[in-house]
């Protein structure tokens, strides 16, 4: 089974991100001092990372790179893994920023319009890293670009943004992080590759 039936898996984690992110709203509201935003994640929050990645790795396009996905917002499909605004958008939206460009798809190695924040998050991303399920016999067929890889997009990124580490400190001070929704996907490859959970020594020889 591929990847085109987890969108509805995803259902209850769009709730639970759901839930949290209004948290961060009403923390917003009370501090008022963001000025860029900085998302993590998986295809809750992807915003156009991995449509990029397989458009320069010349990799298969996924589902939700074609129509209907994006015809109600924007009008034509934005790697989005909706038919509308994710979360991150509302909350961009909300501060009055223009919504989050992704990481990929700039120009010379840079995202675009990074003013206000960048959006890390990756469709069929991992919160663990790739090696771990490759040593369990585990397949991604999206992407190796787990939490940890966006972590370090980040750092990669930061010198963009501010100098020295004083200067640093102030900056994140002022950013909102974005931290989710990931880890759905650790599970959903084992379980649509017919890994079973404890019981089974490939998947969890040391958790048990
Ligand atoms: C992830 O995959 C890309 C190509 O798809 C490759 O260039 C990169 O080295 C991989 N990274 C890791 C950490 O495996």
Do not use: W
Request: with cysteine; proline share 4%.
């Amino acid at each position: 089974m591929g990847f085109s039936s987890s969108c509805s898996l995803f259902k209850h984690h769009l709730i639970i991100s759901f839930v949290i992110n209004i948290a961060i709203i009403t923390i917003s509201h009370v501090n008022g001092c963001f000025t860029s935003i900085f998302s993590f994640g998986d295809s809750l929050t992807d915003t156009g990372n991995l449509h990029q990645l397989s458009l320069s790795e010349s990799k298969k396009l996924s589902h939700f790179d074609f129509p209907p996905y994006g015809r109600t917002f924007f009008g034509y499909p934005t790697g989005r893994c909706s038919d509308g605004s994710l979360v991150i958008d509302f909350i961009a939206e909300d501060f009055g920023f223009p919504f989050l460009a992704p990481y990929f798809g700039g120009e010379n190695g840079k995202p675009r319009n990074i003013e206000n924040g960048v959006n890390f998050a990756i469709a069929g991303a991992t919160a663990l890293d790739d090696v771990f399920f490759k040593e369990r016999g585990i397949h991604n067929p999206l992407t190796n670009g787990s939490l940890g890889v966006q972590l370090g997009y980040f750092k990669d990124v930061l010198p963009s943004f501010c100098s020295s580490s004083s200067d640093c400190k102030d900056f994140l001070k002022k950013s909102l992080i974005v931290m989710g929704e990931i880890g759905g996907n650790d599970y959903n490859y084992a379980f649509l590759q017919g890994k079973k959970h404890c019981g089974d020594s490939t998947l969890c020889s040391s958790c048990c």
